[in-house]
C-alpha cells in the first residue's frame, strides 16, 4: 500500500501477498485504492473518480479510516460505510459480504439537488455515482465494450455494417465519455469530440483514446470531414464549450458545408455543477458553481437547452441522434427547451434486447497487477464462448487497443448463465497458479436488473415501470445473501439526484472451494435478476430465456 498523507498519491498494492486477513477485505481496499490512482481518477486530489463529482470516500480522513478497518477486519465480520464514511463493523459470518454500501440514498421528497448538497455541505453525505463510491471503476475502458456496441448497433440501425465514410459528433471526454472516441474508431468512423477542459482531451490521447486534439474547430473540421470521405476511422478533440459548438457544426451542416450522420453527448449534464454554461470562463467554473449553486444551475440549463436543441436540429436535418445516458434531456427541458425528448435515450434504442438476456458490462481485475494475467483470462473467456463472435471479436481488439489504467482489467458483455462460467474458469485459473493473484469480479450498475433510472436503463419499460425501485433492492440483496465480496445501493448515478437507484456487487476468485461456490451464485443469480426483471416487464426474448436457461419465475405464464 502506497498512501501517504503529504502527497496523497494513493496506488494499490499489487501481488499476492496481502496485509488484510481475508481476500474480500483486501480486494476491496486495492479497489478503493484503484479508484484513486491518479491514472484511473478524474480528480484524485478531491477523490472524485468520474462522473461530475462521483466520489470514492467522503473524506481523507474517512479513506484512511477505511483502509485501517479493511485490514483488520476478521473474515466473519462485515463493515458498514454509509455514503463515504465507515461507520461500523459487525460480526456476520464467512459467506457475508465484507463490506455493505449505502451512497447518496434520500428520501423520495427530499431527493432534490440543492436539498443533497446541503447535506453534503454538513458533511453528512457524499456522491457516490455508479462504481466511484462501489469501488469497482475500471478506467475508461469500463465503459467501452458498452460505447463500442452501442456504436456499432447505430451503424445496424443506418443499414451500415460499420461506422466507414460516417461523422459523428460528441461531447464529453471525461472518464466514460472518453471512450466515445476509441469507440467510434475501432467501428471505423470519424468522430469530434468536444470538451471545454483541454487536460481531459489531452489525457485521452496520453491513453489511446482519441487520436489527436486542437483548440481550433475549423482545423478539427477539415480532419474529420477528409477522413470520412477517405473513409478512414480517425478521432479528434477540439477545445470548447458544447453547447456553442454543436450549433455552430449545425450551422455548418444546414449549410451543405459537411454532413454529420450520428449525434449524441456525454458531457456530465446530469449535475448542473458539473456542466459549464456559455459565459462563464473555465478557469471560474468552480468558484462559480460554489459561489451561487442555483444561479450556476439555472445557466447551466440554459445552455443545455441549446446544446439539445442542436440535436435536435441534427435529427430534424437526418442525423441519428440519442441521449447518452446523462440526463441531458431532462435538464434542458428544465432550461425551457421543450422538445427535449424528441430524441430517444440509448438504452430503448440499442441496448435492452441485451438487457432481456441479463446481458450487461462484466469486469475483471487482476490484483497481481500483472497484464499478462489478463491476457490469459482473455483467452480463457474466447475458449469458453468460441461461437460468440462479437464477444471474441471484442477481446481481440481490446487486447491490442486498450491502456491500462490502475491494476490491468477487462470488460465484456456476458448474460445469465455465462458470467458464472467466466468466474468459476478464474477461480480455477487463480488456484492452478496459472494466474500470479486473484481476480476481483464486478460490473457496472448500468446493468440489466439493478438499476431503475427512467432517463436512461429503464426509459420506456414496455409495461411501463421505469420507476419502479423494487428491482435493484432485490438485485442487492440477493447479491448479499449470495455471497458477493461487497455490496452496495446507491442513488442518483448516471442521471443525478432524484432520478435513479441502482446496486453493484464485486466478488473475488481467490482459488479457494468456498470462492467457487460463492462465484457460481453470485454471477448466476445478479443477471438472473435482470431476466426475472424484463420477464415481469413482458419482454418475449426475456421470456424465452427464463424457458430456455432454467430461470424459475413463479409468474412466467401468468
Ligand atoms: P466526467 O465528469 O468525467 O466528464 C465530463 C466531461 O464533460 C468533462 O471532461 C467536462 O470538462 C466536460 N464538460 C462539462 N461541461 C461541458 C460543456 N458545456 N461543453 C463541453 N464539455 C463539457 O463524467 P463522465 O464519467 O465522463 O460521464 C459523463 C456523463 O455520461 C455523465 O452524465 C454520466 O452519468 C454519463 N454516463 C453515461 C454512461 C453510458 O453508458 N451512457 C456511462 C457512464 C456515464
Not at 179 to 185: D, S
Request: with cysteine; glycine share 12%.
Amino acid at each position: 500500500m502506497t498512501t501517504t498523507d503529504t502527497a496523497r498519491t494513493v496506488r494499490a498494492a499489487r501481488g499476492s501477498e496481502r496485509t488484510a486477513k481475508s481476500w474480500g477485505a483486501e480486494a476491496a481496499k486495492r479497489m478503493l485504492m484503484n479508484n484513486l490512482d491518479p491514472e484511473v481518477a478524474e480528480h484524485p486530489e478531491d477523490l472524485v473518480v468520474y462522473g461530475g463529482t462521483g466520489k470514492a470516500a467522503r473524506s481523507w480522513e474517512a479513506f484512511d479510516a477505511i483502509v485501517r478497518t479493511l485490514d483488520e477486519l476478521e473474515p466473519d465480520e462485515t463493515l458498514l460505510v454509509q455514503s463515504g464514511k465507515p461507520v461500523g463493523v459487525f460480526r456476520t459470518h464467512e459467506w457475508a459480504p465484507r463490506v455493505l454500501i449505502a451512497n447518496s440514498n434520500l428520501v423520495g421528497d427530499w431527493a432534490t439537488w440543492p436539498e443533497f448538497r446541503k447535506l453534503e455541505q454538513l458533511g453528512l453525505t457524499m456522491y457516490g455515482q455508479m462504481t466511484a463510491g462501489s469501488w469497482i471503476y475500471i478506467g475508461t475502458q469500463g465503459i467501452l465494450q458498452g460505447t463500442y456496441e452501442t456504436f456499432a448497433a447505430v451503424a445496424g440501425s443506418l443499414g451500415r455494417d460499420d461506422l466507414s465514410g460516417t461523422l459523428t459528433l460528441t461531447g464529453g471526454a471525461g472518464g466514460m465519455g472518453g471512450a466515445q472516441p476509441l469507440a467510434v474508431t475501432l467501428n471505423g468512423g470519424a468522430v469530434l469530440i468536444v470538451d471545454v477542459d483541454e487536460s481531459r482531451l489531452a489525457r485521452r490521447v496520453e491513453h489511446g483514446y482519441l487520436d489527436e486534439y486542437t483548440t481550433d474547430l475549423d482545423a478539427a473540421l477539415a480532419r474529420v470531414v477528409a477522413a470520412k470521405a477517405a473513409g478512414k476511422a480517425l478521432s479528434v478533440g477540439v477545445v470548447g464549450n458544447a453547447a456553442e459548438v454543436f450549433g455552430d457544426v449545425l450551422a455548418r451542416h444546414r449549410a451543405g458545408e459537411l454532413t454529420v450522420d450520428i449525434v449524441t453527448d456525454q458531457t456530465s449534464a446530469h449535475d448542473p455543477l458539473a456542466y459549464l454554461p456559455v459565459g462563464i470562463a473555465f478557469e471560474d467554473w468552480k468558484a462559480e458553481a460554489s459561489r451561487d449553486p442555483e444561479g450556476f444551475t439555472a445557466r447551466a440549463r440554459g445552455s443545455m437547452a441549446k446544446h439539445v436543441a442542436a440535436m435536435v436540429g441534427f435529427q430534424d436535418a437526418g442525423a441519428e441522434v440519442f441521449d447518452y445516458g446523462n440526463s441531458i434531456r431532462a435538464e434542458a427541458q428544465l432550461g425551457g427547451f421543450d422538445r427535449a425528448f424528441e430524441f430517444p435515450g440509448f438504452v430503448p434504442a440499442y441496448i435492452r434486447p441485451q438487457f432481456a438476456e441479463g446481458r450487461g458490462p462484466f469486469r475483471w481485475v487482476a490484483l497481481s497487477g500483472d497484464p499478462e494475467d489478463i491476457r490469459k483470462t482473455d483467452e480463457a473467456v474466447k475458449a469458453l464462448f468460441p461461437d460468440n463472435a462479437g464477444l471474441v471479436r471484442w477481446l481481440d481488439k481490446a487486447g491490442d487497443a486498450v491502456h491500462f489504467e490502475g491494476l490491468p482489467a477487462r470488460i465484456c458483455w456476458l448474460g445469465y448463465q455465462e458470467r458464472h462460467l467466466a468466474g468459476l474458469k478464474f477461480n480455477e485459473m487463480v488456484a492452478s497458479g496459472e494466474l500470479s493473484g486473484p481476480i476481483v469480479i464486478g460490473r457496472d450498475h448500468l446493468d440489466s436488473g439493478s438499476v431503475a433510472s427512467p432517463y436512461r436503463e429503464t426509459e420506456a419499460m414496455a409495461d411501463g415501470s421505469d420507476a419502479i425501485a423494487d428491482w435493484p433492492l432485490l438485485n442487492a440483496l440477493l447479491n448479499t445473501a449470495s455471497g458477493a465480496a461487497w455490496v452496495s445501493i446507491h442513488h442518483g448515478g448516471g442521471v443525478g439526484i432524484g432520478r435513479s437507484i441502482h446496486a453493484g456487487q464485486v466478488t473475488v476468485a481467490d482459488g479457494t472451494a468456498l470462492a467457487a461456490e460463492k462465484l457460481e451464485r453470485v454471477l448466476t443469480n445478479d443477471p438472473g435478476t435482470g431476466v426475472m426483471r424484463h420477464v415481469d416487464a413482458g419482454y418475449d426474448r426475456a421470456k424465452e430465456v427464463a424457458r430456455e436457461r432454467g430461470l424459475q419465475v413463479p409468474m412466467l405464464d401468468a
